[in-house]
């Protein structure tokens, strides 16, 4: 069956410093990937997408950046933290097919002090 | 453009009570939806999902949801309430993303509250 993990669960960093998530995801190939946003009392943005290797697509435009080292490998990263990407981080996964759903990891608290 | 409205950002439910939450879809083509649930803390969870089958959608947890075409609706309803039940809950409409790719929008989501 498939997994998805996500790491760190909690993140505590100081403004201005580096970010870097990771998730990976077994048990299946070529999958689509996602990095999601989930502020307080909001929904879900969807920050990035990949659909293959090296391949990303953007969102909205921001302070983060993502990458697609290989296949199963998705990193959210920054190279300097703001007070404003304080929240929840969800990485997903889904198969390339419109009908199928996307499964979603266990997240990542980020607070920025 | 497809989109979801989540009618209710909060819905407070005694236990063994009704539960209803609202989602309206806008799309141009014929819509995939799915329900979410998120407990504090954790990530979302699907619930159940509608792709073009039976329009009576039966999922997880004794929830079930049914696709209306002419209301543009996919109610989430559960007969009886549990308190662990509490979550919140999304509902999301499958959006072509170019090529042969898709991606889900969201909506707002509803915090579901269950009292004893």
């Known amino acids: 069956s498939q997994t998805i993990h996500q790491w760190p669960a909690t993140l505590v960093q100081p403004v201005g410093s580096p970010l870097s998530l990771e998730c990976t995801v077994e048990g299946t190939s070529n999958p689509n990937l996602y990095w999601y946003r989930q502020a307080a009392g909001r929904g879900l943005q969807l920050l990035f997408y990949s659909v293959g290797i090296g391949q990303i697509s953007s969102e909205v435009p921001q302070n983060l950046s993502a990458s697609r080292p290989q296949d199963r490998q998705f990193i959210l990263s920054s190279k300097k933290l703001l007070l404003s990407d304080s929240g929840f981080y969800l990485c997903a996964w889904s198969v390339r097919i419109s009908n199928q759903p996307q499964h979603f990891g266990d997240g990542t608290r980020l607070s920025i002090l | 453009a497809q989109s979801v409205t989540q009618l209710g950002s909060h819905v407070s439910v005694s236990e063994g009570a009704l539960v209803l939450l609202r989602c309206n879809y806008s799309s141009s083509v014929p819509p995939y939806l799915f329900w979410y649930v998120q407990y504090p803390n954790q990530g979302l969870q699907l619930l159940l999902k509608y792709t073009s089958a039976a329009t009576l959608v039966k999922g997880i947890n004794g929830f079930e949801a049914e696709f209306k075409k002419s209301e543009t609706s996919f109610h989430l309803t559960k007969p009886s309430a549990h308190m662990s039940d509490a979550a919140e809950y999304f509902c999301?409409?499958?959006?072509?993303?170019?090529?042969?790719?898709?991606?889900?929008?969201f909506g707002k989501g509803t915090l579901l509250t269950v009292n004893p």
């Open positions: 999301a409409v499958s959006v072509p993303s170019g090529g042969s790719n898709y991606k889900l929008t």
